[in-house]
């Protein structure tokens, strides 16, 4: 694919996607990061004399005007962020948007209302396509984390018009490949959560890739309930102890090993503060539940951290958002972020409740790399083909007419 250094944006129109979905509670966005990460693509495009027409969806109207998921407010937090001017146009196609892209100066940048405000943006409609199309010269991709979306602004234009990749996008990709593609090895997954239903397509991906699996959370419960070890009453899946189980063998087929904890925090009630022991793995008493890895897991990870050159995280290792849950996720992250310090081991992270997580251990921004995406970053680890992506490649050699 094509990046900014392949584009001469100076006094031409550039459509810019960026995913400026952020979380807002109480009308108020919580976390900025996916705005910052896209600042240094607007930053580049309007110095180097671009007009820049900003493009997003944020949450999910269904096709609807929905007021509340304005990108209004949005637009006003980038322009306290970027030294150019910001103008916001409450619509993204039609005559009111063209004359706003026509009366948009080198330099200055707009940012259009929510693209999922309309069906065709979904539906990844042609029609729709060719009115957005009509705003730019080019198309820059720079939303990673809606790269799984074949919608119209993330899959749709990059057919029609010469399209580019962003530099977060770019970084994006860099890092993922860097993780699984073409690692630095030995290379480890830390795979947690609740289920081991949402993470088996990851799990079945990674394991002809990775050297070591370390799988935590309640999805541990379900391999150590599939062993016929006594999990009491632990939150597991009973279905899926035979895919648990085939999971195990297929590791073995391949030279991958699977670490899975050798003890764990035990309560008897899930509650902030609920009184707490540890126990190893086998002596769970039928009463009670695993919310977290114990310490001797966390040695155990901690030491085989320290043997690897690569490290893929995604899942968190207990119930992290209730302490005292969180101490083997905050421990590891701390002792990941530590090697990666040092320089001694790359860890690339992603998906929500990870970067939380990162996050509530103080490190997110001490890790080699931390994906902005949610659901694009698991898809990836997949092994599923993001449209957004696929298509990007595509476009650097052919553009199809509209
Ligand atoms: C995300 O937050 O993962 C992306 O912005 C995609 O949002 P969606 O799941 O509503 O498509």
């Known amino acids: 694919f094509r990046t900014l250094d392949h584009l001469s944006p100076a006094g031409k129109r550039v459509l810019l996607r960026a995913d400026l979905n952020v979380p807002v509670r109480d009308g108020r966005i919580t976390d900025t990061t996916r705005i910052d990460r896209v600042i240094p ?23 609807q005007v929905v007021p509340h998921m304005s990108l209004a407010p ?18 993204c196609i039609g005559p009111e948007a063209e004359s706003a892209v026509d009366r948009l100066r080198d330099g200055e940048v707009l940012v259009l209302e929510n693209t999922r405000f309309h069906a065709g943006e979904e539906a990844n409609d042609a029609e729709f ?5 009509r705003h730019g010269d080019f198309f820059v991709n720079d939303a990673f984390s809606a790269a799984h979306r074949a919608h119209a602004s993330t899959e749709g234009l990059a057919r029609h018009m010469p399209s580019f990749a962003g530099r977060l996008m770019e970084a994006e990709l860099n890092a993922l490949s860097a993780a699984l593609e073409l ?29 070591t699996v370390f799988i935590g959370g309640a ?67 039928p009463d009670a539940m695993i919310l977290d890895a114990g310490p001797r897991t966390v040695e155990l990870i901690e030491a085989r951290l320290t043997q690897l050159k690569t490290l893929v995280w ?30 001694k081991l790359k860890t690339i992270a992603g998906g929500g409740d990870t970067v939380s997580a990162l996050r509530h251990a103080g490190v997110a921004d001490r890790m080699s790399y931390v994906s902005t995406a949610g659901g694009a970053f698991l898809e990836w680890l ?6 957004g992506i696929a298509v990007l490649t595509d476009a650097a050699q052919h553009v199809a007419p509209l």
């Open 41 to 63: 693509t607007i930053i580049e495009l309007a110095d180097k004399g671009a007009q820049v027409i900003v493009l997003s969806h944020f949450d999910r109207p269904k096709g």
């Open 129 to 133: 396509t060719a009115m957005l199309a």
């Open 382 to 387: 997949e092994g599923k083909i993001l449209p």
């Open 183 to 211: 690692p630095d090895r030995p290379v480890g997954a830390l795979i947690g959560g609740a289920k081991v239903s949402t993470k088996l397509d990851l799990i079945g991906n990674v394991l002809g890739k990775v050297d």
């Open 219 to 285: 999805m541990a419960n379900t391999f150590l309930a599939a062993e016929g070890i006594s999990v009491g009453k632990s939150l597991q899946e009973a279905d899926m102890h035979e895919t648990a189980r085939r999971i195990v063998v297929e590791a073995r087929e391949k030279g991958c090993e699977i670490i899975l904890p050798v003890d764990a925090v035990i309560a008897r009630e899930f509650r902030e503060n609920a009184p707490s022991e540890v126990c190893l793995i086998g002596e769970v008493p």
């Open 74 to 91: 949005i637009a006003e937090m980038l322009e306290s962020k970027v030294q150019h001017r910001v103008y916001f146009q409450n619509s």
């Open 314 to 343: 995604n899942g968190p290792l207990g119930a992290f958002e209730i302490p005292p849950f969180d101490a083997a996720t905050v421990a590891v992250a701390k002792a990941a972020a530590s090697l990666t310090q040092e320089g």
